[in-house]
């Protein structure tokens, strides 16, 4: 089993939770609008659990924007360095990255063990409207706040997968287009 092969299932249903909370994300803001402009009455939960919708989004969304090419990229200088320079720049730089996102994977999840004790206002009011008075307690912000190292460890081991591939390249006379994969760049799968 290759590296290759765990990404498809991945990619999978990663596209399936992100379709579901886009749908979940327009359907609150719909019956939100209906409510408001409609009925003159509003949901008071309703943004804040968009704005937390949104921010998982954000964060798992950004490995497979990462794989389509949609991240910002200086790429001219690779395109102009013979291959064995390019590979060694571009496992250079993604080693940078992915250092980069490790550490935002542990700070973050430190800022999120500290700041996230609070209890989320909008499942206060939802657990209530449903439970009544004797709900249970509801979820606390540090389900909000570990988006960050979520999303983040996922980039790093997409970034991994790449540095590997890269690394490996060089012997195999690959080139880097050819070790990073140009089929899943780019395409619309």
Partial sequence: MTVRS????????????LITTIALLLGIMTVQVVMRY???ASL?????MCRYLLIWLSFLAVVLAYERGEIAALTFL???LSRVPALLLYALTTAMSLGLCLLLVRYGWVFAERAGGANIPAMRFILDDIFGPGAVEP???FWVYIALPVGMALLALRLAADLVACIAAIPAGRTLAQAIDPGARGATQ
């Fill in 6 to 17: 765990l990404q498809t299932p991945f990619r999978a249903g990663l596209r399936w939770l």
């Fill in 38 to 40: 409609g009925f003159n």
């Fill in 44 to 48: 008071l939960w309703a943004e804040e």
């Fill in 78 to 80: 690779y395109e102009r």
């Fill in 139 to 141: 979820p606390t912000s």
